[in-house]
């Protein structure tokens, strides 16, 4: 049997296409322009979980009087039981949503499939009827969202059900993933320790082609070194260094996958002045030659 606990009032945007990957898994692409102001209403009827983003525009509501804002780039995580849901859209407005439900049985299933555990579940995240988090997408989940994307805008009509499960399944274990991550305990770790980890990562990611040194980041957010080393990887699950080659690889997949580069331009585009050492490190992360996707 099918589980899908929403209540909404359809419209020629809300949803457009609801696809049931699997019993307990469906995604929901709302798309289009509003003619006029709209109000809109929706609810869950019972517990259920939903990973959602935006491709156009800034998306933003209250659910169970919470605020909730939805940017491109970004990826929501959200834990439901009974809540209800407002928003309101201006004339002209584009929405371009997707929305993955799953049952809490199948995300403890995910869970545990994604993290070897199986103590942690949906009620481990679900804090009263309502519960979020955003994580920002980097290249590699950017790259699935727009598979997913060209697979609604087939004009054929024919929609490639195996190719989009993949691409769902890939998007709830990178998401499930940070989700778990995020949610161990980070010993010894203050609240400001990890406002200045955020910034940290923060410079990194707007500095991939020329990083700051070790030493030079630890003085922008003002944390020892040794700290700053140890402190990172507990928290990411990486060192410096190591995040800065996956991002980097991560940025390089998705050059590649435009087609626009050939494989030095990509390596000297994402930072790397060895190409041998670019296409060496790009099969180890992928499993694939840089030349393989040209």
């Avoid at 060192?239 to 990509?266: C, M, P, W």
Wanted: aromatic share 10%; with cysteine; net charge negative.
């Amino acid at each position: 049997m099918s589980y899908l606990p929403l209540q909404f009032e359809d419209s020629e945007i809300f949803p457009q296409k609801i696809i049931s990957i699997r019993p307990d898994v469906h995604i929901m692409l709302s798309s289009g322009t509003f003619s006029k102001g709209t109000k809109r209403e929706s609810g869950t009827t019972s517990p259920v979980f939903e990973l959602s983003y935006s491709r156009k525009n800034i998306m933003r509501g209250e659910v169970n009087h919470q605020h909730v804002e939805l940017q491109p780039g970004h990826t929501s995580l959200g834990f439901l039981g009974e809540a209800t849901g407002h928003s309101e859209y201006q004339s002209g407005e584009e929405v371009q949503l997707y929305s993955i439900w799953v049952s809490p049985g199948a995300f403890n299933g995910f869970c545990e499939d994604v993290g070897g555990r199986s103590n942690v579940d949906f009620a481990s995240f679900q804090k009263g009827a309502y519960y979020h988090c955003d994580f920002r997408s980097d290249a590699r989940e950017e790259s699935i969202k727009k598979r997913v994307e060209a697979c609604f805008d087939k004009k054929s009509g024919h929609l490639d059900r195996l190719l989009v499960e993949s691409c769902i399944l890939e998007l709830l274990s990178i998401n499930l993933e940070k989700l778990l991550c995020t949610n161990e305990q980070h010993y010894n770790l203050t609240r400001t320790d990890i406002e200045r980890l955020m910034h940290a990562r923060e410079i990194l990611l707007n500095r991939l082609d020329s990083p700051p040194s070790l030493l030079e980041l630890s003085r922008i957010i003002q944390m020892n070194d040794c700290k700053l080393k140890r402190s990172f990887k507990q928290y990411f699950g990486s060192t410096v260094y190591g995040f800065i080659r996956d991002q980097r690889l991560e940025n390089a997949f998705s050059l590649l996958e435009q087609g626009k580069h050939n494989v030095s331009e990509t390596a000297f585009a994402v930072g790397y002045t060895n190409v041998s050492h670019f296409s060496q490190a790009f099969q180890r992360k992928f499993g694939i030659t840089p030349g393989t996707m040209i």
